[in-house]
């Protein structure tokens, strides 16, 4: 069986997410209705998706120092989540550890290990310090996406880290080019 990065991807709303409460990553004059996206007491989650467990080393060449950004980050990933597919019994399915410390997690609809906005904000601007193309380097690829997460663990709202920096006004610099085609794929692949 063959499969792609977007395999992973679609599959995981597809199985996980709740299409009824579903907002797909707004643009152009639609995103002026953005301004509330959020909602009070959510947690949040960043998910990467990759091909299979095999591509995962590959985020490692994303990094000006991986091992350096690891030893600060990896006792805080329990909401970064890497999300590959694996085939079982002919059957593609869904895998997932955290993203530095490798911890397996149980893929479900409810997502406990979500972070207040506060410490997610932290984090997230702690691993862009340590990425390549993020603050001091321009480039290209997929940082995945935000997931808000209900107080009950459901996940309802999904935007890329770039839309996600905009809507919440953190000025992480995130570069334009890096999720402008992920984005659009999402709306267009859920028939929105």
């Excluded at 301004?35 to 998910?47: S, V």
Aim: glycine share 6%; proline share 1%; aromatic share 14%.
């Amino acid at each position: 069986m063959k499969w792609w990065e977007k395999t992973v991807e679609y599959k995981f709303i597809k199985e996980y997410i709740n299409l009824d409460s579903f907002i797909a990553p707004l643009d152009g004059k639609e995103e002026k209705a953005g301004d509330a996206i959020f909602g009070k007491n959510e947690k949040f989650i960043l998910i990467e998706f990759k091909k299979d467990e095999n591509s995962i080393k590959d985020e490692q060449k994303k990094f000006f120092n991986f091992n350096s950004a690891k030893q600060k980050l990896e006792d805080k990933d329990s909401h970064h989540i890497l999300i590959y597919g694996e085939i079982d019994n002919k059957d593609l399915i869904l895998n997932a550890k955290t993203y530095f410390s490798k911890n397996y997690i149980e893929l479900s609809k409810n997502f406990t290990n979500g972070k207040i906005l506060e410490d997610f904000k932290n984090y997230l601007s702690d691993f862009l310090e340590f990425k390549k193309g993020s603050k001091t380097e321009s480039g290209s690829g997929s940082y995945g996406f935000v997931a808000g997460v209900t107080q009950e663990g459901n996940i309802t709202k999904c935007l890329t880290l770039q839309e996600f920096d905009k809507e919440m006004s953190l000025n992480l610099n995130v570069k334009k080019n890096i999720t402008n085609t992920q984005s659009n794929s999402y709306s267009r692949g859920l028939g929105m």
